[in-house]
């Protein structure tokens, strides 16, 4: 049963859901979900970038009805609006992944799993039926283990490998090296055995267990090479997550990538690096159509959705605010979040004249310091 809100019940927006959270979330699990990489910079712009670009909208035009569905990698999706991947979910609630799968398939959007999820991702398949899921892969050092997660995850039905990049280290997060953060001992990373070094986070004696672990497994060596690797591995479609560049963009183009998510890591890995919202325009422009580009990273209601969709991106992944519907009330808690951001999207594009996802065009935005350079040559 869900907690009962200490602030307001029903939650109204993602940050009802986000204050519940706060109030009743384990120290350990609440920095871990909420922090970001040192003073926490980047973590403040990637939602302050949204609120920087004002909505220019169109008046007397038929929006009695309003279609958001839309493909993604040639699979349908109900709205522009997937789910990131989040590590360690069962910490925010006993069913952990299972049941933001569960609530992702029943209002038919995409989920992406971490490698570091506390299900398995054969669990997570078996619990969502037919359902639209990715699978996001850490390449790590141990070769022959990275090859079987692909391998797994092509036989479960995941749809698509999205590759991590931005990830060669940890970024210092001050919360969890004050926390040493670790896992609960009741939970692991459940996609390998637990006779497996992988398995197993160890608590750090001067820093958290996950920066530890990752500094020990995750390959720092990884490069463009990497990425045409893993495409040897499987027929699915690989996605890279981690752009901030047209440089950078251009090379994932270059190794075929079908699909690019404009990602600073949740604000989680180099802090003073530019926000999303702002990366997107030139990531769109080098890409020039030949891979679908995503964007994550701020998104926290639907007139931002609405923002990032008109500047490129052809779908957002939200991590955070679903952790927060997980918290408040598991499966329901996530599809509740999920259908609020769907109903403000909406709402959005009513307002601002759009009856269609193809109607939201870049000239419906426009960056605050357009007005500002305006009144200055007044």
Same mark, same amino acid.
């Given at each position: 049963a869900a907690i009962k809100l200490f602030y307001m019940d029903p939650p109204l927006c993602v940050a009802d859901f986000e204050r519940h959270a706060g109030a009743v979330l384990a120290k350990n699990a609440w920095d871990y979900y909420s922090s970001g990489a040192n003073q926490q910079q980047t973590l403040k712009d990637?939602?302050?970038?949204f609120k920087s670009y004002r909505i220019? @909208?169109?008046m007397l035009r038929d929006v009695s009805h309003v279609d958001t569905a839309l493909k993604v990698l040639g699979e349908e999706v109900a709205f522009p609006i997937c789910v990131a991947p989040t590590a360690l979910q069962c910490m925010a609630h006993p069913d952990g992944e299972k049941a933001t799968a569960r609530a992702c398939a029943k209002v038919k959007t995409c989920m992406t799993l971490s490698s570091w999820s506390t299900t398995s991702l054969e669990d997570v398949a078996s619990s969502s039926g037919s359902g639209l899921r990715w699978f996001q892969l850490?390449?790590?050092?141990?070769?022959?283990?990275? #090859?079987?997660l692909v391998t797994r995850a092509q036989s479960a039905g995941y749809k698509a490998i999205v590759v991590t990049v931005d990830t060669p280290i940890l970024g210092r997060r001050l919360a969890d090296a004050r926390n040493r953060f670790t896992l609960p001992p009741h939970l692991s990373l459940a996609n390998f055995k637990q006779t497996e070094t992988a398995a197993k986070l160890v608590t750090g004696r001067q820093e958290s267990g996950l920066f530890q672990y990752t500094a020990s497994l995750i390959d720092p060596s990884l490069t463009w090479e990497s990425v #045409?690797?893993? /495409?040897?591995?499987?027929?699915? @479609? +690989?996605?890279?997550? *981690? +752009?901030?560049?047209?440089?950078?963009?251009?090379?994932?183009?270059? =190794? $075929? !990538? /079908? *699909?690019?998510? !404009?990602s600073n890591h949740g604000a989680r890995q180099l802090d003073g690096v530019l926000p999303t919202l702002y990366a997107l325009s030139e990531v769109v422009a080098a890409v020039n159509g030949h891979a679908e580009i995503y964007l994550d990273g701020g998104i926290r209601e639907g007139t931002d959705v609405l923002k990032a969709l008109a500047l $490129?991106?052809?779908? !957002?992944?939200?991590? #955070? @605010? +679903?952790l927060w519907g997980l918290v408040h009330n598991g499966s329901d808690g996530v599809e509740a979040v999920l259908r609020l951001l769907h109903d403000e999207l909406r709402l959005a594009?009513?307002?601002? *004249? =759009?009856?269609k996802l193809s109607d939201i065009t870049p000239n419906m935005v !426009?960056?605050?310091?357009?007005?500002r350079m305006m009144k200055a040559n007044l």
């Open positions: 990637n939602v302050d970038a220019r @909208p169109r850490y390449v790590y050092r141990d070769k022959e283990l990275t #090859r079987r #045409r690797w893993v /495409q040897s591995l499987t027929s699915l @479609p +690989i996605v890279i997550k *981690g +752009i901030l560049t047209a440089e950078d963009a251009l090379e994932a183009v270059k =190794c $075929g !990538v /079908q *699909g690019i998510i !404009v $490129g991106a052809k779908v !957002v992944f939200v991590g #955070r @605010p +679903i594009m009513m307002l601002s *004249g =759009c009856a !426009v960056h605050e310091s357009h007005y």
